[in-house]
């Protein structure tokens, strides 16, 4: 039972990276209409980022802020200059576009820091907690944390500022929106710059657990995909919940089902892809009118 | 000629641009041996026939590649190009064809022809399985899909290793498409030669495909599912058989491609891979024939020319970059792909001379 | 004065083909403006050609300046509002939600004053105010027209355009619809360009009418003088006897 539950925890722990880096997809999905297939890079060029900052000396509490903004004017950036031409051009011409970013964001990062895996020191120190028969490590809960926090304050910025709600209209409709005197382009660009920003706290997180290299990011995007997938691309809070039973999901799998383990542990990830789409592609929470395609 | 001419004496702008440059109805009214295109397609045939015996074989075993990859391209093209569907996986079904062959030849000692044959049959029914979601699901969520199947693929070759010789891989000592006695022939000038007779007959099929009945069907089935269903169009039974096509076509090209390089690895068919055969529909130009070998010449040639400059630790990676770049300028400016673009310079020129000679 | 709105020449087409050959009309302060015709006459794009949602060609000029190459986004800001056809509801929003977005184009002066108006626009709307919270996409379709005109008022535009609000309504709904529009002028003091097929209910509410046919302007007269030329109606309106707009010959 012990086991079990600590299985579960761990899942959990996991699974709230994947439910960032699916809340990043979901917001991206919701402005532009497409998915983007290289939210898993930027979160890794992000995580190389913070790693660079904390070898220059930078103390994490300055690190975080600055990974932050600089996450934000990224995908802002990427918005404005790289999406945006093709934006009406349908959903191929987006989708392409994403797969553009996916390769080329991978490949600066390789050439940059190169393709070894680095192991990067947890932010939170390397000390064990015991809560009953269960064992926690500072890298859990404090990442954990800082994850729960980003998503938090994503979710209070959409749902009680002004900004958010003027990011929604858009995201719901956007003629209306530029009708209304929004800038819809603006709009989308903060989008980004939000989502980009949310992964990046992602691949923080993840980097001291899973090791620091341009993959970081590779699997990881396969089950944030089927986390939004399962959640529902319209739904931020399906995005999170989402991430967290894709993660409990995933480890109950490899650690109880026989033959599916380590790397193999992907094919659950699929599975519930495959198994949403044909069954219920709205997903969990997701509005079955807002299937973009 | 029938040429639309307007009151001002010019003829008529195109519906859309077609590689003869004359609208859409005078290009299928002139006789092939009329149309340019025809020549120049005649023209390389005939370069690619002549070609094993002025160059080495060490460049023709990388032209073969090209060959190869132009056949998965090819495939990719009719899927994308002419049903508008999405595939970002096709690399995956490369490489199932690859190791179909690969272990109907090492475990079950079949010949080369009847392996490929198994190869094409698998990825085709591969193909058609994926289609089913697609007939429920589209865009988007399709590209989703494929490219989880994408990423599994190699996963799934490393885990079954008994069958696949997990991340090692299968190898073979020499290709089985040898040369056949008495014809004088090397082994890669005659795997060149097979090549080139195959991607023509692939191009050809392709070619008659799409401009009869089924191809207007896919046409109508492009530009608006709802009404293709109106007009009559078995808009799950097309959809079904294009994807099984466009797999088996692929399937073909990995098969090839795996017997003529005598190894299949699972890191060749990764996502990046499925990734780059899409930057070679989209590059080369998703609407032509031509755009599947230029598209594949750039996927395949360009990683050794940047090695040739910058080395080869990082000519991976630069290439892997130039590869985005090139994606994204072609996205940007040249919606049609490279193909496209010299396929309207061209009629734009000729249009130009006639008007003047006129 | 100059008029608000000054239209010379404008022209607007989709892709090829022409939809709009060359309209003047003019709408002056606090004035009501029906503008009529037939389906495909072109009330829709003119509407649209004004607020840039269209690419228009010719002159248009709104409170003295020209909106020539201005975004759409750029003209509702500068007090030029318009109600969609099919009403435009954010649907994934509430409707209080979707109200306060139109305090987003107000001119930043007057955003202080916004809660009032808020106030002001439940007691025009009371039903708006009991459905605050519901998701705006639950409400029928005239409670939703209602929403849009509401979130239009609310972003305080000098203008309004209006299209076809009674497309789709019941005829009581249409009639408690009309009268909204007859009070607007005077409780919110802006000049309204109402494009509408029911030229009857349209003409009591309105000061002027301008009619339209195969995108140009083929009548502008005073309301009242319009209402009474039964033959104009009848050659451009399609009116049957009993006063239905049908489809034009």
Redesign the interface.
């Known amino acids: 039972m012990t086991e079990f539950l600590q299985q579960t925890v761990s899942g959990l722990t996991t699974g709230l990276v994947y439910a960032a880096l699916a809340l990043a997809i979901a917001l991206v999905f919701q402005g532009t209409g497409t998915l983007n297939f290289a939210q898993g890079e930027f979160a890794t060029l992000a995580a190389f980022v913070s790693f660079a900052l904390s070898s220059a000396g930078l103390s994490w509490w300055l690190i975080v802020p600055v990974l932050v903004v600089l996450s934000f004017v990224f995908g802002a950036g990427v918005e404005r200059l790289l999406v945006r031409p093709v934006e009406g051009s349908g959903p191929l011409a987006l989708l392409t576009v994403t797969a553009a970013l996916l390769l080329g964001t991978n490949a600066v990062t390789a050439l940059i820091w190169g393709t070894d895996v680095r192991s990067m020191p947890s932010p939170f120190g390397d000390s064990v907690y015991r809560l009953g028969p269960l064992t926690f490590t500072a890298q859990a809960l404090g990442g954990g944390a800082l994850v729960v926090l980003a998503m938090l304050l994503c979710g209070l910025v959409f749902r009680f500022t002004p900004l958010g709600l003027r990011l929604r209209a858009v995201a719901d409709n956007p003629d209306s929106a530029k009708l209304l005197g929004i800038s819809t382009g603006v709009m989308l660009a903060v989008g980004w710059g939000i989502a980009a920003a949310v992964g990046a706290i992602a691949g923080l997180v993840a980097a001291p657990t899973l090791g620091l290299s341009p993959e970081l990011m590779t699997n990881p995007l396969l089950l944030a995909l089927a986390a939004a997938t399962l959640g529902g691309f319209s739904s931020r809070l399906g995005a999170v919940v989402g991430g967290l039973l894709i993660g409990v999901l995933s480890n109950l799998a490899s650690r109880y089902v026989p033959g599916i383990g380590g790397d193999l542990q992907l094919v659950v990830p699929f599975a519930v892809i495959f198994l949403v789409l044909l069954i219920r592609p709205q997903g969990l929470f997701g509005r079955a009118s807002t299937v973009r395609a | 000629m029938a040429t639309a001419i307007s009151a001002a004496g010019r003829p008529a702008p195109a519906a859309q641009p077609s590689p003869s440059g004359n609208g859409p109805v005078l290009a299928e009214l002139r006789p092939l041996w009329r149309r340019p295109v025809s020549w120049a397609w005649t023209a390389l045939f005939a370069v690619g026939l002549v070609l094993p015996f002025f160059i080495s074989d060490f460049d023709l075993f990388k032209a073969s590649r090209v060959l190869t990859v132009a056949i998965a391209v090819a495939g990719l093209n009719l899927l ?1 190009g002419r049903a ?1 569907q ?1 595939s ?1 996986g096709h690399g995956a079904l490369y490489g199932l064809g690859a190791y179909t062959a690969m272990i109907f030849v090492r475990e079950l000692g079949w010949s080369w022809p009847l392996a490929v044959l198994a190869g094409v049959v698998f990825s085709g029914v591969a193909g058609w399985l994926i289609g089913l ?1 697609a007939l ?6 399709l ?3 494929t ?3 994408a ?2 693929f190699p ?2 070759l ?2 079954f290793v008994d069958l696949t010789g997990g991340t090692v891989g299968l190898q073979l000592p020499g290709s089985p498409i040898s040369a056949p006695e008495g014809l004088g022939l090397t082994d890669e000038q005659f795997q060149f030669l097979l090549l080139v007779l195959v991607l023509t007959v692939v191009l050809v099929l392709l070619r008659n495909l799409t401009t009869g009945p089924f191809g207007r069907a896919l046409e109508a089935l492009r530009v608006n599912p709802l009404m293709a269903r109106s007009e009559g169009v078995d808009v799950n039974r097309l959809t079904l058989t294009v994807f099984a096509i466009s797999s088996a076509v692929a399937g073909l090209g990995g098969a090839l491609g795996g017997l003529v390089l005598a190894s299949t690895v699972p890191d060749s068919y990764s ?2 891979f499925s ?2 055969l ?2 070679a529909c ?1 590059v080369g130009g998703s609407r032509t024939w031509a755009g599947a070998l230029i598209g594949a010449a750039f996927i395949v040639y360009l990683p050794d020319v940047i090695s040739q400059q910058i080395g080869s630790t ?1 000519g991976g ?2 290439s ?2 130039v ?3 090139a ?2 300028l072609t ?2 400016f040249l ?1 049609t792909g490279v193909a496209g673009g010299l396929g309207r310079l061209v009629s734009r020129l000729a249009g130009r001379s006639r008007r003047r000679g006129a | 004065m100059s008029a608000l709105l000054e239209v010379t020449g404008l022209t607007a087409a989709y892709g090829a083909v022409r939809v709009l050959h060359g309209i003047d009309l003019t709408v002056g302060e606090n004035e009501i403006v029906a503008v009529l015709g037939a389906n495909g006459a072109g009330k829709t794009t003119l509407l649209r050609a004004l607020s840039g949602t269209v690419k228009a060609g010719g002159g248009v000029s709104f409170a003295g300046r020209s909106l020539a190459g201005t975004s759409a986004a750029r003209i509702a800001r500068g007090g030029l509002g318009h109600v969609p056809q099919g009403r435009g509801t954010f649907t994934g929003l509430t409707v209080e939600e979707n109200i306060r977005l139109g305090i987003v184009s107000r001119p930043a002066a007057t955003k202080g004053q916004a809660d009032g108006d808020l106030d002001r626009i439940y007691g025009t709307f009371p039903v708006l105010q009991e459905m605050r919270r519901r998701p705006a996409g639950a409400l029928s379709g005239g409670q939703q027209q209602m929403l849009a005109l509401a979130r239009a008022l609310l972003a305080r535009p000098r203008l309004l355009l209006i299209d076809e609000p009674s497309l789709g309504l019941a005829p009581l709904t249409s009639a408690d619809m009309f009268s909204v529009l007859a009070r607007l002028r005077e409780e919110w003091s802006l000049s309204v360009l109402l494009a509408e097929q029911n030229a009857r209910a349209s003409l009591k509410v309105a000061d002027r009418g301008v009619v339209l046919a195969r995108g140009r302007v083929v009548a502008a007269a005073p309301a009242a003088e319009l209402a009474a030329d039964a033959g104009l109606r009848a050659a451009y309106l399609g009116e049957s006897p009993d006063g239905l707009t049908e489809v034009a010959p």
């Open positions: 994308i508008g999405i970002a979601p429920r699901v589209t865009g988007l969520n590209g989703l899909l490219i989880a199947i990423a599994i996963l799934l490393s885990r996502m990046f990734l780059t899409l930057s989209v990082t990676q630069w892997q970059l590869y985005a770049a994606l994204l996205l940007f919606p």
